[in-house]
């Protein structure tokens, strides 16, 4: 059973977000912060998306406060995961995508990086899941996928253009998270970079 199935199988339709008719026939994706008590919603449009990319809310997953003592920030959840296949040279390559949102500037780096890392460990969750319960054993395997960290702020401020830090060589984990700034048409492939 390919993953993409067990996914939508595995995570109710309030934990995920549905793709969204986008320009020129392509598939794009909202992803909505709700209002709370200390900011307005916002949201970030991604266009370009692949065709089978699930978007799972990572923040939906209640915090494990109960069982854990959040000494190492491991109760936090970044707020999205895309899990995404793409065609590469007659090749699919297959993609996990974490992406925490910020409003404005706030949050330091160490609490996004522990974000980044907890919603990382709900896939970790969702792999041994898929492993038990439906019998897959190579269910997400992390071998067959490659990670992407993303950090995007300053959403609220429309009138910047998009800045996305250089880095060198890849966003591959939370500590060398790709760090986008007033998001404006972003594309599936900025968030994904080389592969």
């Known amino acids: 059973m390919p993953d993409h199935d067990i996914l939508c199988e595995l995570f109710r339709k309030e934990a995920r977000v549905a793709l969204e008719d986008g320009d020129y026939g392509k598939k794009a994706v ?3 912060e709700p209002k709370c008590d200390d900011h307005k919603g916002y949201s970030v449009v991604i266009s370009n998306m692949p065709e089978d990319a699930v978007v799972i809310k990572g923040d939906a997953f209640p915090s494990p406060t109960t069982i854990f003592s959040n000494s190492r920030g ?18 699919t390559r297959n993609l996990i995508i974490f992406i925490e949102m910020k409003k404005g500037k706030g949050g330091s780096e160490l609490e996004i990086i522990q974000q980044l890392k907890g919603a990382w460990c709900v896939i970790d969750y969702c792999r041994s899941i898929g492993q038990r319960f439906w019998k897959q054993e190579s269910f997400l395997n992390p071998n067959d996928y490659d990670y992407r960290f993303v950090s995007i702020r300053d959403i609220a401020i429309n009138k910047k253009p998009t800045r996305i830090s ?30």
């Open 30 to 32: 909202t992803l909505n």
């Open 166 to 195: 250089p880095l060198d060589g890849l966003h591959d984990s939370p500590e060398r998270m790709l760090k986008i700034n007033s998001p404006h048409h972003l594309q599936f492939k900025q968030l994904v970079g080389a592969v």
């Open 74 to 91: 491991e109760c936090k959840r970044a707020d999205f995961v895309i899990v995404a296949n793409i065609p590469i040279k007659k090749k």
